[in-house]
């Protein structure tokens, strides 16, 4: 089993930065991608960002795009969500999500959430 772990959740001004970390346990075969979701409260849990592990190609939601930057460290298992200019409507549960899938779409492995509240 491959465990996720999430970091650097918190409360930040409008326009302010957080940086967000999630450590795999391990990495499982076929590993092919970490990325992170959030999810607001009364909304469902949305795609922000992905990485692909082999390339290191990168994905983003265009709500985020321009201000969230995806990066992974391969000697750590760990992925990385550095988020500037941050917004009000930013704010939910941060949630790392690990594939083995070849489709994008596809996510085996979940973090337990980390809060990111952003005030106006």
């Known amino acids: 089993q491959v465990q996720l772990v999430e970091f650097g959740g918190g409360l930040v001004q409008a326009g302010g930065s957080l940086r967000l970390s999630c450590a795999a346990s391990?990495?499982?075969?076929?590993?092919?991608?970490m990325g992170w979701f959030r999810q607001a409260p009364g909304k469902e849990r949305e795609f922000v960002a992905r990485?692909?592990?082999?390339?290191?190609?990168?994905y983003y939601s265009d709500s985020v795009k321009g201000r969230f930057t995806i990066s992974r460290d391969d000697t750590k298992n760990t992925v990385f969500l550095q988020m500037n200019s941050l917004k009000p409507e930013d704010t939910a549960v941060y949630y790392c999500a690990a594939s083995t899938y070849i489709d994008y779409r596809k996510w085996d492995y979940w973090g337990q959430g980390t809060q990111v509240t952003v005030s106006s």
């Open positions: 990485i692909s592990w082999s390339c290191g190609s990168v």
């Open positions: 391990r990495r499982a075969p076929g590993w092919s991608g």
